[in-house]
């Protein structure tokens, strides 16, 4: 089957602008999390969803990132007036029920470019 | 918070010779995951690790678990370039669905 997609592949909008990256995940894959990637760094958790609970939104950097998801299907990270060090990879990864023992799948992700 | 160290952060070598990335931790572990990430790509998920002292062998990559559950390795032998990317440890954080992702280790292969 289809593995997780996320879109725009790639995104340069001006600083102050929004922006609102999508993610499909595995169908039937209960869990779905956004990490952020700066350019040469490791993976920065941001947000996580199970199912129909209360997200774990600990990992967002500030209220002008929010995030959404309809039951298990797709989600949005919005990123409100967006700033220079915005510009990252945002990735996306789904799992089968959202255990650490469950191996992440993840989208090829969305690089923003803040200008 | 759960914090995992990896070294070395990047390792340049000669096609051939043999590759080590360690990740370590300060509390026991309950398991540990190893990612490979290509230049431009996304995460790959390449193994879990569970069980003390485990050895897993993926063809010309063996990971390890240490005894105390508190590090790993992922040893390459005879890389290729085929090799290249980032190697990325992952272990459980503060919940039980956050992975807390190491800096990674870079691996370059020159031909």
């Known amino acids: 089957g289809a593995g997780v997609s996320q879109s725009p592949s790639n995104k340069v909008t001006e600083k102050g602008k929004d922006v609102e990256l999508r993610c499909d995940p595995i169908s039937g894959h209960t869990a779905l999390y956004w990490y952020r990637q700066r350019l040469g760094q490791g993976l920065e958790f941001l947000i996580y969803f199970q199912g129909n609970s209360a997200p774990d939104k600990s990992g967002l950097p500030s209220d002008r990132f929010s995030a959404e998801r309809t039951g298990e299907s797709v989600s949005t990270l919005t990123i409100q007036r967006t700033q220079q060090e915005d510009s990252a990879v945002y990735l996306c990864a789904s799992t089968a029920t959202g255990l650490t023992y469950n191996e992440q799948f993840f989208g090829p992700g969305t690089r923003l470019t803040v200008l | 918070g759960q914090q995992v160290m990896q070294i070395p952060q990047y390792q340049h070598v000669q096609e051939g010779e043999d590759f080590t990335t360690y990740c370590n931790s300060s509390?026991?572990?309950?398991?540990i995951q190893w990612y490979k990430q290509r230049p431009g790509g996304h995460p790959v998920f390449l193994i879990q690790l569970v069980k003390s002292g485990e050895v897993k062998k993926q063809k010309r990559l063996t990971f390890q678990f240490g005894e105390a559950k508190k590090n790993s390795s992922l040893h390459i032998t005879a890389t290729q370039t085929t090799d290249v990317g980032t190697y990325f440890c992952a272990v459980p954080g503060d919940s039980s669905y956050k992975l807390i992702f190491g800096s990674g280790t870079r691996l370059l292969v020159r031909p």
């Open positions: 509390t026991t572990l309950s398991n």
